[in-house]
C-alpha cells in the first residue's frame, strides 16, 4: 500500500489511487463501496456537497415554497453554486437532477421497480430499438444485492414478475388512497402490485440514525430521518468506513490522457477555486445520463478530437426520458392522500408489454402516486391543473385538498439519435465549463402511447369512484429519468461501452450510470442503475489487474 498523504478528518486521502470515480449519485457510490471492501484504493470526486439533514425541507414551515426554489429539482431554476446550467429550450421534457453526496436520490420519491426480463431483448420480441447485450437473469443477483444493502420495503409475488428474495423490509401501507385505486382495478380486472419502495418500513442497515419510514410525505424534498434509502445514508457510510476518500465541492473539466491514449486521471477546480489534477489508473464516470455525455464531449484531445471515447458519434445520442402524463381523480371521500410517501402505493403493468391490437408498440406502466401539501394541491401540482383565483377557489380547494388519486402514465421511451445531449455554443457554468444542451421531442409512437395511458388511467380512477379527471400531457418537469446516452453493446460502432461499461476506445474507461441504457423500460431505473454499477465493480474485481492493463496496489483481484 501507498503512504497515505494528508488526511482530512478520519478519511484518508490517496494521492495514487487505484480507482478515480467521478460522481457521488446512484452508481458512484455503489462501485465505490464494492471495489473498496475488495481493498481498491478509491478517490470519488464530486462537485456537490453532504446535505445536513437539519436543513432538510421537511424540517421547516416553508417546506413547499422550497420545493419551487432551492430544493427545486430543476437546476435551472434551483442555481445553487453546485448546479451547471442546462439548455432545455428545444426539449419535451425539463432534465431534473441534483448534485451533492448521494446526487439525485435525494431529490426522488422512492419508487423501484425492476425492468422485465422482455425490456433486456425489444428488438427479438418486437422488432424496435436494440437488444442489450446482457439478461434480466444476468443482473437478478445484483438487484438482490443492491435490496440488501440500502433497504427496501415491499411484498413478494407479482405476477407480472419473476420471483423475486424476500424483501427487506415489510411493505409501507398502502392506506385509503391505495385502498380505493385496488377496488378500481379489480373492478377493471385490471393488474396491480403495492410498490416496492426505496425506504425502509422497520429499523434496517449498518448506518446509524436511521429511522422506519414516517409516512410524512414529502420525500422528494429529502429525508430528515434517513428513512428514505438514498445513496447518502445506505452506501457511502459504508464506503468511507472502508476507506474510500470522497471530495466534495470538487468540479471536474475534463478528462486527462496519456500519451498511449489510455485515461490518465481528471483536471478539476477544488474548493479552493484552483485547478487540480488527480491521476489513477482506473477511471470511472457516474454522473447520469446528461452529466457523463457532457465531460466527455468536454474532454477533447489530439487521441479524440470529436470529444472521448467518442469515435462512434454515439456520446450524447439516444437521450432517453421516458414518456410522462399525469392523469388525476376527484373522489367526494376524505381519502388522506397526502400522508405517506409519494411514488411508493401501487402500480398497474396491465399495459406494460406490446399489444399488437393497439396503434404503438412496446407500452407503459401506470404508477399510483400520493399529492403533496396544500401549496402544491393550491397550485396544480401533479396534474398542474390549478385550483382557480376567486370566488371558487376555497370550494375547489376543499373539493381537492385530501381527495384526490394520481396516477403518473410512463412509456417506454424507444432511442433515437435526434434525441439527444451536446454542447452549448454559449452557455456556461461557474467555472467556464461548457454547459449541456438538450434537444428531445416525443416520438408518434409515443405520443399515442400516452394518448392510450391517459384514457386508461381515467377509465380506472373512474371505476374506483372518481366524479372529476385533470390531465396534464405530456407533463414538462418530469425528465427524472437520464438515460441512452453512452449506450451498452457488444460493437464499438455501434455503442460507446462495452456489456461491462467498459469504453470500447478507452479500455480503462469505465461509465456505470444511466447513459449506458440500450432501452429505458417503462419503469424508474435507479434500482437497475444500481445493479448494473455493481456488475461492473465485481467484473473489475474478477479481472483484477488485466482490466485495465496497470498495476493496482493493494487490489486483490
Known amino acids: 500500500?501507498?503512504?497515505?498523504?494528508?488526511?482530512?478528518?478520519?478519511?484518508?486521502?490517496?494521492?495514487?489511487?487505484?480507482?478515480?470515480?467521478?460522481?457521488?449519485?446512484?452508481?458512484?457510490?455503489?462501485?465505490?463501496?464494492?471495489?473498496?471492501?475488495?481493498?481498491?484504493?478509491?478517490?470519488?470526486?464530486?462537485?456537490?456537497?453532504?446535505?445536513?439533514?437539519?436543513?432538510?425541507?421537511?424540517?421547516?414551515?416553508?417546506?413547499?415554497?422550497?420545493?419551487?426554489?432551492?430544493?427545486?429539482?430543476?437546476?435551472?431554476?434551483?442555481q445553487l453554486p453546485a448546479d451547471y446550467p442546462v439548455n432545455d429550450v428545444d426539449s419535451t421534457f425539463t432534465p431534473l437532477m441534483f448534485n451533492a453526496v448521494g446526487g439525485s436520490t435525494i431529490h426522488w420519491s422512492g419508487h423501484f421497480p425492476r425492468y422485465h426480463p422482455s425490456d433486456f431483448r425489444v428488438r427479438s420480441l418486437d422488432g424496435v430499438g436494440d437488444d442489450w447485450p446482457l439478461t434480466y437473469e444476468e443482473l437478478e443477483p445484483f438487484y438482490d444485492r443492491n435490496d440488501r444493502v440500502i433497504g427496501v420495503s415491499g411484498v413478494v409475488g407479482d405476477p407480472s414478475q419473476p420471483p423475486r428474495s424476500a424483501r427487506p423490509t415489510a411493505p409501507l401501507p398502502i392506506g385509503t388512497l391505495g385502498a380505493t385505486m385496488a377496488r378500481g382495478f379489480d373492478k377493471l380486472g385490471w393488474h396491480w402490485w403495492v410498490s416496492d419502495?426505496?425506504?425502509?418500513?422497520?429499523?434496517?442497515?449498518?448506518?446509524?440514525?436511521?429511522?422506519?419510514?414516517?409516512?410524512?410525505?414529502?420525500?422528494?424534498?429529502?429525508c430528515p430521518i434517513g428513512a428514505l434509502s438514498s445513496a447518502n445514508v445506505t452506501y457511502w457510510p459504508l464506503a468511507v468506513r472502508l476507506g474510500v476518500e470522497l471530495r466534495t465541492g470538487c468540479r471536474v473539466r475534463e478528462i486527462t490522457i496519456g500519451a498511449d491514449g489510455l485515461a490518465r486521471g481528471a483536471l478539476y477546480y477544488g474548493p479552493d477555486g484552483g485547478l487540480h489534477e488527480q491521476t489513477a489508473p482506473l477511471v470511472i464516470l457516474a454522473c447520469n445520463g446528461v452529466g457523463t455525455p457532457r465531460l466527455l464531449l468536454n474532454s477533447r484531445s489530439r487521441h479524440f478530437p470529436d470529444g472521448l471515447a467518442n469515435r462512434s458519434?454515439?456520446?450524447?445520442?439516444?437521450?432517453?426520458?421516458?414518456?410522462?402524463?399525469?392523469?388525476?381523480?376527484?373522489?367526494?371521500?376524505?381519502?388522506?392522500?397526502?400522508?405517506?410517501?409519494?411514488?411508493?402505493?401501487?402500480?398497474?403493468?396491465?399495459?406494460?408489454?406490446?399489444?399488437?391490437?393497439?396503434?404503438?408498440?412496446?407500452?407503459?406502466?401506470?404508477?399510483?402516486?400520493?399529492?403533496?401539501?396544500?401549496?402544491?394541491?393550491?397550485?396544480?401540482?401533479?396534474?398542474?391543473?390549478?385550483?382557480?383565483?376567486?370566488?371558487?377557489?376555497?370550494?375547489?380547494?376543499?373539493?381537492?385538498?385530501?381527495?384526490?388519486?394520481?396516477?403518473?402514465?410512463?412509456?417506454?421511451?424507444?432511442?433515437?439519435?435526434?434525441?439527444?445531449?451536446?454542447?452549448?455554443?454559449?452557455?456556461?457554468?461557474?467555472?467556464?465549463?461548457?454547459?449541456?444542451?438538450?434537444?428531445?421531442?416525443?416520438?408518434?409512437?409515443?405520443?399515442?402511447?400516452?394518448?392510450?395511458?391517459?384514457?386508461?388511467?381515467?377509465?380506472?380512477?373512474?371505476?374506483?369512484?372518481?366524479?372529476?379527471?385533470?390531465?396534464?400531457?405530456?407533463?414538462?418537469?418530469?425528465?427524472?429519468?437520464?438515460?441512452?446516452?453512452?449506450?451498452?453493446?457488444?460493437?464499438?460502432?455501434?455503442?460507446?461501452?462495452?456489456?461491462?461499461?467498459?469504453?470500447?476506445?478507452?479500455?480503462?474507461?469505465?461509465?456505470?450510470?444511466?447513459?449506458?441504457?440500450?432501452?429505458?423500460?417503462?419503469?424508474?431505473?435507479?434500482?437497475?442503475?444500481?445493479a448494473l454499477a455493481l456488475r461492473t465493480a465485481d467484473h473489475i474485481k474478477q479481472t483484477g489487474k488485466s482490466a485495465i492493463g496497470h498495476q493496482l496496489s493493494g487490489a486483490r483481484g
Open 313 to 530: 458519434g454515439l456520446v450524447g445520442k439516444n437521450l432517453m426520458f421516458h414518456p410522462f402524463a399525469a392523469v388525476g381523480g376527484v373522489f367526494p371521500d376524505l381519502l388522506d392522500s397526502y400522508k405517506g410517501p409519494i411514488g411508493t402505493v401501487m402500480f398497474s403493468h396491465e399495459f406494460y408489454e406490446t399489444d399488437p391490437a393497439r396503434d404503438f408498440v412496446r407500452g407503459y406502466g401506470l404508477q399510483v402516486v400520493r399529492h403533496s401539501g396544500p401549496v402544491s394541491v393550491a397550485g396544480g401540482g401533479f396534474t398542474a391543473t390549478r385550483v382557480p383565483w376567486g370566488r371558487d377557489h376555497h370550494r375547489v380547494f376543499a373539493e381537492r385538498f385530501s381527495h384526490l388519486i394520481n396516477i403518473g402514465v410512463m412509456g417506454e421511451d424507444l432511442p433515437e439519435t435526434i434525441n439527444e445531449v451536446t454542447l452549448d455554443p454559449e452557455l456556461s457554468d461557474g467555472d467556464g465549463i461548457p454547459a449541456p444542451l438538450v434537444r428531445y421531442r416525443l416520438s408518434d409512437n409515443s405520443k399515442r402511447m400516452l394518448d392510450h395511458g391517459v384514457a386508461r388511467a381515467g377509465e380506472a380512477l373512474l371505476a374506483a369512484g372518481a366524479t372529476q379527471v385533470l390531465t396534464m400531457s405530456p407533463l414538462r418537469p418530469s425528465g427524472w429519468h437520464l438515460l441512452g446516452t453512452c449506450r451498452m453493446g457488444d460493437f464499438p460502432m455501434g455503442s460507446v461501452v462495452d456489456r461491462w461499461g467498459r469504453a470500447h476506445d478507452v479500455p480503462n474507461l469505465f461509465i456505470v450510470d444511466g447513459s449506458t441504457f440500450v432501452t429505458s423500460a417503462a419503469v424508474n431505473p435507479t434500482t437497475t442503475i444500481q
Open 197 to 222: 419502495g426505496a425506504a425502509i418500513s422497520e429499523p434496517y442497515g449498518e448506518t446509524p440514525g436511521r429511522r422506519p419510514c414516517n409516512l410524512c410525505g414529502p420525500c422528494d424534498l429529502g
Open 1 to 78: 500500500m501507498a503512504d497515505r498523504g494528508a488526511h482530512s478528518g478520519s478519511t484518508p486521502h490517496w494521492s495514487q489511487p487505484d480507482v478515480l470515480i467521478v460522481g457521488a449519485g446512484a452508481s458512484g457510490a455503489a462501485v465505490a463501496w464494492s471495489l473498496a471492501g475488495a481493498g481498491f484504493r478509491v478517490v470519488c470526486l464530486e462537485q456537490g456537497g453532504w446535505v445536513d439533514p437539519t436543513t432538510l425541507p421537511a424540517n421547516g414551515d416553508d417546506w413547499e415554497l422550497r420545493r419551487l426554489t432551492d430544493f427545486n429539482p430543476d437546476p435551472n431554476v434551483r
